[in-house]
Antibody, heavy 122, light 107 residues
């Protein structure tokens, strides 16, 4: 079964750091670009980052650029998101998702994890 | 960044109704538009890719259309299981933006 499972969320103080993990199973992880999407309580989905299948290319939303670092370990089938200088507005459910590339520019987020909750509060 | 404007932000409809949700983009994106369904406490689920391609396993009452800057998601014959929030998302460029969502309730 194709699955993604996030972990690493929790309660963190403002200014702190956190590393989220996303364990992949049931597919060839190293063949896929991977994304992180977050959702603040009661709000919509916000894309925050993506990484190429080999890890050589990364992109970030402007709102988080400089505070986030996406990475992956294809040998361990695991995606990571390091978040620094956490702020209250980072409080959200963080989802990892697999990108299925159909054609150039035509891709979807076809597999999602269940999400991990990050709460930034003192 | 490409801005995504979804309308309405919420709607209430009766079982069996035909419902249409619109997504407008701030610049032309050809057909690089996907639709997702999200139920409370759950991860989003992909419904439609490339503006109009129904994903495997998605009921045929869902359909998508559009190109350029205006796209629609239509549900023909609303069912109780369709109570959810629906999001459009463009894959044309980074950042890959989502619409703010349309919350669909059953009367």
């Amino acid at each position: 079964e194709v699955q993604l499972e996030e972990s690493g969320g929790g309660l963190v103080q403002p200014g702190g750091s956190l590393r989220l993990s996303c364990a992949a199973s049931g597919f060839i992880f190293s063949n896929y670009w991977m994304h992180w999407v977050r959702q603040a309580p009661g709000k919509g989905l916000v894309w925050i980052s993506r990484i190429s299948s080999d890890g050589s290319t990364t992109d970030y939303a402007d709102s988080v650029k400089g505070r986030l670092s996406i990475s992956r370990d294809n040998a361990r089938n695991t995606l990571y998101l390091q978040i620094h200088s956490l702020k209250g507005e980072d409080t959200a459910v963080y989802y990892c998702a697999r990108a299925d590339v159909l054609r150039f520019l035509e891709w979807t987020l076809d597999v999602w994890g269940q999400g991990t909750t990050v709460t930034v509060s003192s | 960044d490409i801005q995504m404007t979804q309308s309405p932000s919420s709607l209430s409809a009766s079982l069996g109704d035909r419902v249409t949700i619109t997504c407008r983009t701030s610049q032309a994106i050809s057909h690089y538009l996907n639709w997702y369904q999200q139920k409370p406490g759950k991860a989003p689920k992909l419904l439609i890719s490339g503006a109009s391609s129904l994903q495997s396993g998605v009921p045929s009452r869902f359909s998508g259309s559009g190109a350029g800057t205006v796209f629609t998601l239509t549900i023909s014959g609303l069912q109780p299981d369709d109570c959810a929030t629906y999001y459009c998302q463009q894959s044309y460029t980074v950042p890959c933006t989502f619409g703010l969502g349309t919350k669909l309730q059953i009367k």
